[in-house]
Structure formats: structure tokens, C-alpha cells
């Protein structure tokens, strides 16, 4: 007598005797479905950027949830800028001006839910709302952006669509062009000058590199320009505070400190930076507030060296002009962002350094529109 094979729920007559070849197909695709499952990859598993220590941005998506990785203490890269991720409820931005090429710049803001978002990876500037390279803001004159949350629309800047490239959009009194970042300045901005750190090539006294620097903030604040169909109408304020000793809270690497490790004082300083960087600036905020900004100058002169006086020496070669440049980054302290050079290289803001020039000390019509929208005039 046969065996009978039998599963349960299977009336016996349809499994009696030896299974059917549709029987036996139905079997071994059970099988294969079971172990299938069993192998297949979790929906939920870790992505391979979720780990390490330090990431490059360009691997992440533009939102991390802290479902998908807790980035808390992650340092994220773009290019040759970088930054510790930022507690909930703040953000930061870097700005890496390079010896040649565009300066690399970048931000995180991290939502009270520890969600991160990441503006500016690659070749997209930094761009808070109602922000455009025409110059004119999207629905009157601006009020102070609220963080952003969600991805940039690349139409508010024909730069985004067009990096690099383009017709230049005018001289220093006719290109109305500008960015913002998320941050401003409504405070008098005290600062201190790490004073031990300048380096002994400059020729000059220690004071007289310090009045540089002071002066291209006050360019900011003051509105510094050659053009007469524009003036700076917000009341901005910047002081120096004298000197300390306190280290600024940059990096060797040129990466910016935690949020959580910032000492809460704005220096200015000189230091060891990575080859080809000119210098670093490192904006932290609270509700798109300023909160601390940091700004190191590389002090190899085999790397970035500057000249410190009030004129351009008669036998410049290579050299950076330090109040142009501190004036450069003091626009970011006070909210402003970089323009493509191609598109704009007549005015403070553009994403180069101007060597032998002294042209980026005056504030051009675009740089002081961008200060008269972002603080509300």
C-alpha cells in the first residue's frame, strides 16, 4: 500500500499518492519564498554613511532624521570646509576661502527633533530664504528668515542653475547681486583678537595687522562703498574687545568645534590651517541668530601669506590683502553669502580672494543691498 503524504487543511483525496509536478511547484516555491525572506536585507538597516566619525556631505541626503542616524558629534565635509554637527535647535555654517578656486561653504541646522538638514553641499551656495542673486527679495523688503527646513529652490538664484558661468552682471555700482545665509547679527558684535597667534612676517607692529582686521569688519557695519546710488541703512555694530588668549574654536584641520564646545566668545586669530586654505570662518546660530563667529587666517606664508597696510605694496606679488579679506568674512558674520566670481567680480561678496588688490575693502551696490534687505530695510 503507497504512503500517503499529507498537510493539514488538504483534503486527503487531492494529496493522496504521489504529489503533482503542480503540487511539487507549489512546494519549492514556498521554499524559495521562505528563504528569500530570510536573507533579504533589513528595510530598516543602518546606510553605510551612518558611523563613522567623519562623512562627506556629498553622501548624505539632504534631511537625516535621527531615525535614520544619529549624526550628533559626526563631523560632516564638503570640500575643504567642515563642521562638527550641531545640538538641536542649532546651526552652523563654514566658509573655506581657498588660494585658488571658489571658497568651499556649507551649513547644517539641526531641529529641536534632531533632525539635520544640509544647505549648500557641492557647487550650491548657501541660500536662505527670499535670498536672490538679482538682488530683490521675493515679497518686500525682508524680515529675519525663519530656519530652513526644506531643500532650496534653485530659482531663486540663476547662479544654482548656472555655476560658474554666465554674463558678469555689472561693475561695483551697478550689480545689484546678493546672497543670505541663515544668520544675522542684530547685536553689537564683540570680538577679540587672539593677539599671540599673528605671525612675525608681516613687518609691521601687532597693532597695525589688529587695525586691519578691525577695519574690515567696520567696512561692514559702515558700509564702506565708492558708489553714490547706495547707502547702508540698518544701524549694524561691530567692537573690538582687545586681545586674549583665549584658542579660537577652529580646528588644525580648519573644521569648525561643536556647538556644545564653543567657548561663547568671538576671536580672531591666526593658525595651521590645511594647504590651500586662505582662511576660515565659522558662524554658529540659535533661531537664525548669530550666536559666535570665529575667523582664523592661515599663518604658513608658504600657503596664503597677506599684506597688512594701508596701501598696496609696490612690490606685491602673491599676497592677500588682509582687510579685504577680513572684510569678506566679516559679510558672513553679518549674514551675507558668497556670489559665483564669474558673475559677480566686482563685488565684496564674490567667492575669490582678490590678490595685490585692495578692491574687496569697498562694499559694492549688491553687498549693501543684501545688508538693507536682510536686516528689514
Excluded at 528595510?43 to 558611523?51: D, N, R
Excluded at 568671538?266 to 570665529?294: H, M, Q, R, Y
Amino acid at each position: 500500500m503507497r504512503s500517503r503524504f499529507i498537510l493539514p487543511g488538504i483534503p486527503l483525496g487531492r494529496w493522496s499518492g504521489r504529489p503533482r509536478a503542480r503540487h511539487r511547484g507549489l512546494i519549492i516555491g514556498m521554499t524559495v519564498a521562505a528563504l528569500w525572506l530570510a536573507g533579504a536585507p533589513n528595510a530598516h538597516a543602518t546606510p553605510t554613511w551612518c558611523g563613522p566619525d567623519t562623512v562627506q556631505a556629498a553622501e548624505l541626503p539632504q534631511t537625516i532624521s535621527p531615525e535614520q542616524c544619529d549624526l550628533q558629534g559626526v563631523v560632516v565635509m564638503d570640500g575643504l570646509a567642515g563642521a562638527v554637527v550641531p545640538a538641536p535647535g542649532t546651526g552652523v555654517q563654514v566658509f573655506a576661502l581657498k588660494v585658488i578656486g571658489p571658497e568651499d561653504s556649507f551649513a547644517m541646522e539641526t531641529a529641536p527633533d534632531g533632525t539635520v538638514t544640509l544647505l549648500g553641499v557641492g557647487d550650491n551656495p548657501i541660500v536662505a530664504p527670499d535670498s536672490g542673486a538679482t538682488g530683490a527679495p521675493t515679497s518686500g523688503p525682508a524680515s529675519p528668515a525663519e530656519p530652513v527646513t526644506t531643500a532650496v529652490d534653485p530659482t531663486l538664484d540663476p547662479d544654482v542653475l548656472d555655476p560658474g558661468s554666465g554674463p558678469i552682471q555689472g561693475d561695483e555700482c551697478t550689480d545689484e547681486g546678493y546672497r543670505w545665509i541663515n544668520g544675522g547679527e542684530h547685536d553689537n558684535h564683540k570680538w577679540y583678537m587672539h593677539a599671540s597667534s599673528i605671525p612675525g612676517y608681516f613687518g609691521v607692529s601687532n597693532d597695525t595687522v589688529i587695525a586691519r582686521i578691525r577695519e574690515g569688519g567696520a567696512h561692514i557695519t559702515h558700509g564702506t562703498t565708492d558708489c553714490n546710488n547706495i547707502s547702508l541703512q540698518p544701524n549694524l555694530e561691530i567692537s573690538y574687545q582687545g586681545t586674549t588668549s583665549k584658542s579660537l574654536q577652529i580646528n588644525n584641520d580648519g573644521t569648525c568645534f561643536a556647538f556644545s564646545d564653543r567657548d561663547q566668545q568671538n576671536t580672531v586669530g591666526f593658525g595651521s590651517l590645511p594647504a590651500t586654505k586662505v582662511a576660515i570662518a565659522c558662524v554658529w546660530t540659535i533661531l537664525n541668530e548669530v550666536t559666535e563667529s570665529d575667523i582664523r587666517f592661515n599663518e604658513d606664508q608658504n600657503e596664503a601669506k597677506f599684506f597688512a597696510t594701508d596701501s598696496k605694496p609696490s612690490t606685491c606679488s602673491e599676497l592677500f590683502d588682509l582687510e579685504g579679506i577680513a572684510t569678506h568674512e566679516r559679510g558672513h558674520t553679518f549674514g551675507l553669502g558668497d556670489l559665483k566670481t564669474a558673475n559677480h567680480p566686482n563685488l565684496t561678496m564674490r567667492d575669490t580672494g582678490v590678490k595685490c588688490s585692495l578692491e574687496q575693502r569697498s562694499l559694492g551696490k549688491g553687498d549693501i543691498k543684501g545688508l538693507n534687505y536682510r536686516y528689514g530695510f
